[in-house]
T-cell receptor
Framework: DSGVTQTPKHLITATGQRVTLRCSPR?????VYWYQQSLDQGLQFLIQ???????AKGNILERFSAQQFPDLHSELNLSSLELGDSALYFC??????????FGPGTRLTVL | GQQVMQIPQYQHVQEGEDFTTYCNSS?????IQWYKQRPGGHPVFLIQ?????EVKKQKRLTFQFGEAKKNSSLHITATQTTDVGTYFC???????????FGRGTSLIVHP
């Protein structure tokens, strides 16, 4: 158990819909990262927040957004969902530059 | 942008055989991390290498960081069925601490 929690574990929705994925980092970690893992694209970095502020952006689509709240939990919002958005979404947390501890992931299926 | 290539993509071995996965970066890395993801699980941090030519061991696992800090390898001696999973390298460079993940090597161990 990494100490990072993610909800929900599974999510099934339809194209065009919007979903919110939630992540609580390890106690004491200020940094949260979001990744998308699909079979054909591997593990893709989406976005990083540090203590409530956006720190780095990766391959995140404009239809996706994220935020980190004062209690340090983070949410990833995915809108206008397409079939190709079906993937595992991982959240990871760390101190500023330390290694990342991954949560169990949310499996998103878009039908 | 930075690219991290990992080979092979898949490796089948008989239990007891050795296994090696290689990671190559298009740019000089400040550090490299290795993660293991069991089937159905999430990436779990194994180790971080920082120094040129560094070698670290964890029981049957040996990690190396190249002299030029552009390549790395993970070697497992006498594989066991518990070694099954996908091994990812992740390297950061250019002052960024956001690692770029390789596509991973999936290890399949046949009893």
């Amino acid at each position: 158990d990494s100490g990072v929690t993610q909800t929900p574990k599974h999510l099934i929705t339809a194209t065009g819909q919007r979903v919110t994925l939630r992540c609580s980092p390890r106690s004491g970690d200020l940094s949260v990262y979001w990744y998308q893992q699909s079979l054909d694209q591997g593990l893709q970095f989406l976005i990083q927040y540090y203590n409530g502020e956006e720190r780095a952006k990766g391959n995140i689509l404009e239809r996706f957004s994220a935020q980190q709240f004062p209690d340090l939990h983070s949410e990833l919002n995915l809108s206008s969902l397409e079939l190709g958005d079906s993937a595992l979404y991982f959240c990871a947390s760390s101190t500023m530059t330390d290694t990342q501890y991954f949560g169990p992931g949310t499996r998103l299926t878009v039908l | 942008g930075q690219q991290v290539m990992q080979i092979p993509q898949y490796q089948h071995v008989q239990e007891g055989e050795d296994f090696t996965t290689y990671c190559n970066s298009s740019t000089t890395l400040s550090n490299i991390q290795w993660y293991k993801q069991r089937p159905g699980g999430h990436p779990v941090f194994l180790i971080q290498l920082v120094k040129s030519g560094e070698v670290k061991k964890q029981k049957r696992l040996t990690f190396q960081f190249g002299e030029a800090k552009k390549n790395s390898s993970l070697h497992i001696t006498a594989t066991q069925t518990t070694d099954v999973g996908t091994y990812f390298c992740a390297g950061a460079s250019g002052g960024s601490y956001i690692p770029t993940f390789g596509r991973g090597t999936s290890l399949i161990v046949h009893p």
